[in-house]
């Protein structure tokens, strides 16, 4: 049997989103994504497609994660599905006195105590994470986020595709950052996930590098040059090569060859898929602008080292779209135009009147980035609703808000929210 042609760059959309299982009643975390697999799947399965949609399992019992089961042809319908699939199992989780709960972190959950690890197939992988990086930690266990899958046809496809993806993520905390408490403290930072992940493999640097990848420029050059370092690194400690993956690769863009994509992981999960959608229509339609060289080519683009991308990736997980880019080469990368300084809020705003604005999904997702613009990243809207020294009780009342913005798939506004 022949094997499908690949898809060629922006052919296809692939999108994932992390939910957590929370009590209905506490909103503390609830371990049962396995039975809720279980009752759809007929067993405990890490996988289940069901139409548009398929459910699968995470390393963490509770949470679930929804994806595209394929690629998509188009952003359009996606949140009309995503939304289908959520109901589907809230209804099975209120048997179990349970709900979903968005955002890319609990907001009180002691991972130390309360993590349980996916224990059925495949759970040799999630063992030897744990023995090898201790998950019980918010780094492994209390990090919820959005997935872009893009295809690419060949190497060279790959080459601008995963340069142009380098310079977006920098700035995606400033759309996406939806992580300010952890703890049942704010954090200081808006992307509190991002700052836990980059330093979730500590043991072993190079798996996560700067976060930001360096420039590669086709498969034979990652494997060599990039993955075949990860291995020897994990040697030691992985000696049966449980993890020898590419996916152990945890970068913010890695390369997974077995379906032809880039999977850009940077994204703290939003409120609801309408946002989740809309924030991914915004960074697709700038990737497509660098890889299309609309205002630099690709071996400018190429120039950059990730170390100044990353420099710049510490600043966003603090500020997200409050952040100062005082890089007038960046901005000229993006076409912004004639200043040397911006906010991150308002380079995305350049970005997405220049490109997004014209596109048929539009009308779709611009309620949702006017929010975005005009009150900021679901971080700041949480931090402002919760206000200074947030007591359990507030926080409370704010997540539960959030927890029904996903059920009704609305976007989160402080000021929609009954001040207690």
Same mark, same amino acid.
């Given at each position: 049997m022949n094997e499908p042609e690949p898809l060629h760059l922006f052919q296809g959309f692939g999108i994932e989103l992390e939910y957590m299982i929370v009590d209905s009643a506490?909103?503390?975390?609830?371990?049962?994504?396995?039975?809720?697999?279980?009752?759809?799947?007929?067993?405990?399965?890490?996988?289940?497609?069901?139409?548009?949609?398929?459910?699968?399992?995470? =390393?963490?019992?509770?949470?679930?994660?929804?994806?595209?089961?394929?690629?998509?042809?188009?952003?359009?319908?996606?949140?009309?599905? $995503?939304?289908?699939?959520?109901?589907?199992?809230?209804?099975?989780?209120?048997? *179990?006195?349970?709900?979903?709960?968005?955002?890319?972190?609990?907001?009180?959950?002691?991972?130390? =105590?309360?993590?349980?690890?996916?224990?059925?197939?495949?759970?040799?992988?999630?063992?030897?994470?744990?023995?090898? $990086? %201790?998950?019980?930690?918010?780094?492994?266990?209390?990090?919820?986020?959005t997935h872009i899958n893009l295809p690419f046809a060949n190497d060279s496809e790959f080459d601008r595709l995963h340069t142009a993806i380098r310079l977006v993520l920098p700035i995606l905390p400033a759309l996406a950052a939806s992580s300010p408490i952890a703890e049942g403290k704010l954090t200081g930072l808006l992307d509190t996930r991002l700052e836990v992940y980059r330093k979730n493999s500590d043991r072993i640097p190079s798996i996560v590098g700067h976060v930001i990848p360096e420039s590669i420029s086709s498969r034979a050059d990652y494997e060599d040059r990039l993955l075949r370092a990860i291995y020897a690194d994990l040697a030691p400690l992985d000696p049966?090569?449980?993890?020898?993956?590419?996916?152990? %690769?945890?970068?913010?863009?890695?390369?997974? *060859?077995?379906?032809?994509?880039?999977?850009?992981?940077?994204?703290?999960?939003?409120?609801?898929?309408?946002?989740?959608?809309?924030?991914?229509?915004?960074?697709?339609?700038?990737?497509?602008?660098?890889?299309e060289e609309v205002w630099d080519s690709t071996e400018r683009q190429r120039a950059w080292d990730e170390?100044?991308?990353?420099?710049?990736?510490?600043?966003?997980?603090?500020?997200?779209?409050?952040?100062?880019?005082?890089?007038?080469? $960046?901005l000229e990368t993006f076409g912004y135009p004639e200043r040397g300084r911006a906010r991150a809020r308002e380079l995305w705003q350049h970005l997405i009147e220049t490109l997004l604005a014209k596109e048929t999904g539009y009308g779709e997702w611009e309620p949702v980035l006017r929010v975005i613009a005009e009150q900021g990243c679901l971080a700041r809207r949480i931090a402002k609703a919760v206000g200074n020294g947030p007591s359990r009780t507030r926080l409370e009342a704010v997540y539960r808000r959030l927890a029904d913005c996903l059920a009704q798939n609305e976007v989160f506004e402080p000021a929609a929210l009954q001040m207690k």
């Open positions: 506490t909103l503390c975390v609830r371990p049962i994504a396995d039975e809720l697999l279980r009752i759809v799947g007929g067993g405990y399965e890490m996988e289940v497609a069901l139409g548009e949609i398929a459910w699968s399992n995470e =390393l963490a019992l509770h949470l679930i994660e929804l994806k595209t089961n394929g690629p998509a042809s188009s952003l359009s319908d996606l949140s009309r599905h $995503f939304q289908a699939n959520i109901q589907r199992i809230q209804d099975i989780l209120a048997g *179990f006195e349970a709900r979903l709960l968005p955002t890319a972190m609990h907001p009180w959950m002691d991972p130390g =105590l309360e993590l349980r690890l996916w224990s059925h197939e495949d759970d040799i992988i999630y063992k030897t994470l744990d023995r090898i $990086f %201790n998950c019980k930690g918010h780094g492994w266990a209390n990090l919820q986020s049966e090569g449980v993890l020898h993956h590419e996916w152990v %690769n945890a970068r913010g863009c890695i390369p997974r *060859f077995e379906r032809m994509a880039l999977e850009i992981r940077l994204m703290d999960v939003q409120e609801c898929p309408r946002a989740d959608i809309a924030v991914a229509a915004a960074v697709i339609a700038a990737v497509r602008a660098l890889v170390r100044e991308l990353a420099a710049m990736l510490l600043d966003s997980i603090r500020d997200a779209d409050d952040t100062v880019i005082d890089s007038r080469r $960046f």
